[in-house]
């Protein structure tokens, strides 16, 4: 079993970035599917991406070309980067897991394990 904490979230003006961090430990993350939601009060869990165990990568259209996941395997770490950030990014954003196979990667069942969220908040 893999427990998660995410760090590095706050407050930022439009267009500027922040760099989210998931730390796994319990087992290695590189035996793991490694993805990101967020959500806002009132509404359902958003895929952000996913990093799967084999490096790829695959990102919602929303944040395609802005946002970037990478894996630091030496830290057991999963990182979030987070470019021209827009007032609608503000969310509370989730590291989640998976050591099965995710067929759905957009689907939050698809995950079996969750950290406990970090605030986001773009000022306009």
């Known amino acids: 079993q893999v427990q998660l904490v995410e760090s590095g979230g706050g407050l930022v003006q439009a267009g500027g970035s922040l760099r989210l961090s998931c730390a796994a430990s319990?087992?290695?993350?590189?035996?793991?599917?490694m993805a990101w939601f967020r959500q806002v009060p009132g509404k359902e869990r958003e895929f952000v991406g996913i990093?799967?165990?084999?490096?790829?990568?695959y990102y919602a259209d929303s944040v395609k070309g802005r946002f970037t996941i990478a894996r630091d395997n030496a830290k057991n770490t999963v990182f979030l980067q987070m470019n021209s950030l827009k007032p609608e990014d503000t969310a509370v954003y989730f590291c989640?897991?998976?050591?099965?196979?995710?067929?759905?990667?957009?689907?939050?069942?698809?995950?079996?394990?969750w950290g406990q969220g970090t605030q986001v908040t773009v000022s306009s």
């Open positions: 990093t799967r165990s084999t490096g790829t990568t």
């Open positions: 989640a897991a998976s050591s099965g196979v995710v067929l759905i990667p957009a689907r939050s069942r698809s995950y079996a394990y």
């Open positions: 319990g087992r290695t993350a590189s035996d793991y599917h």
